[in-house]
């Protein structure tokens, strides 16, 4: 079973900087199968990014993600007042199953 | 619009079964694969079934054998039986769409409300 290990844990920025989240798998992921949510408390998860990099619709453009293999990355260009959340990656992998990070809590 | 009205969640003793169901709007869920993911309190997000628009049907382990995901296509309904429930099922259970990438399943681009579950004596 692949593992998701996000970091860090927890990321304390103000509006208006950058946020850079990490999601490394435990063996390489094709990055077709990599997806990016955002929770907010007492909600239920918002897909941001599929494919890796693709942003979901609706999605501002300041959210994009990247990566390959085993290391994929969430950017957040500027931070705004709503972007404030938990961040959760996750991956397909075959049987079927789908497998999410520990998430990364982004607080001001 | 989409949109996904989970209901059903409530407190069971251990051992106890429960039903929880997804009654669906927007789009039709024959045509889509489904699924079921949890949230335990305070913790991350857990998948636990998936119905494929054929009918196949897949759990985690932490879930075989007691827990059966169906649908009712006249009702447009997705439902999550759930069997021989223990303190650790104890969560917040979503149910969402599924999104394919080049032909094989990815992603969750809708996702209902919510409905918790409470397994304890």
């Known amino acids: 079973e692949i593992v998701l290990t996000q970091s860090p844990g927890t990321l304390s920025l103000s509006p208006g900087e950058g946020a850079t989240l990490s999601c490394r798998a435990s063996q390489s992921v094709s990055s077709s199968y990599v997806a990016w949510y955002q929770q907010k408390p007492g909600q239920a998860p918002r897909l941001l990014i599929y494919?890796?990099?693709s942003r979901a619709t609706g999605i501002p453009d300041r959210f994009s993600g990247s990566g390959s293999g085993t290391d994929f990355t969430l950017t957040i260009s500027r931070l705004e007042p709503e972007d404030f959340a938990v961040y959760y990656c996750q991956q397909y992998g075959s049987s079927p199953t789908w497998t999410f990070g520990q998430g990364t809590k982004v607080e001001i | 619009e989409v949109q996904l009205v989970e209901s059903g969640g409530g407190l069971v003793q251990p051992g106890g079964s429960l039903r929880l169901s997804c009654a669906v709007s927007g789009f039709t869920v024959i045509r889509n694969y489904m699924i079921w993911v949890r949230q335990a309190p305070g913790k991350g997000l857990e998948w636990v079934s998936v119905?494929?628009?054929?009918?196949?049907?897949y759990y985690a382990d932490s879930v075989k054998d007691r827990f059966t995901i169906s649908r009712d296509n006249s009702r447009n309904t997705l439902y999550l039986q759930m069997s021989t429930l223990k303190d650790d099922d104890t969560a917040v259970y979503y149910c969402a769409r599924g999104g394919w990438v080049r032909g094989d399943p990815g992603y969750f681009d809708s996702w209902g409300q919510g409905t918790l579950v409470t397994v304890s004596s």
């Open positions: 494919g890796a990099s």
């Open positions: 119905i494929y628009s054929g009918g196949s049907t």
